[in-house]
């Protein structure tokens, strides 16, 4: 097995999550109704594949969403802001 080659700023990228969806992306054909996609782009402001992303991200953030909703007012958390920020002086 031939050792890895080291890039530093690609490795960074990888572990920061910026690249790590490039590497494992997989090409795939979806029929979208025109009138969707053109309000979709003009709401992202991107490309098509740009705006499929989001909106897969959206979609799959939303689970998280809801089970964060479901938590509310069960954890409590105490907070000493003064504590806290003590740090940045």
């Known amino acids: 097995m031939r050792p890895r080659r080291v890039d530093t700023s690609f490795d960074t990228g990888v572990h920061a999550g910026i690249l790590s969806s490039v590497a494992t992306a997989r090409k795939i054909t979806v029929e979208i109704p025109d009138d969707l996609l053109r309000r979709a782009q003009k709401s992202t402001g991107e490309g098509v594949t740009a705006t499929v992303r989001r909106g897969l991200e ?10 964060l909703r479901r938590l509310r007012g069960k954890i409590s958390l105490s907070i000493d802001l003064a504590k806290l920020r003590e740090d940045r002086r």
């Open 58 to 67: 959206l979609v799959a953030a939303s689970r998280t969403y809801d089970e």
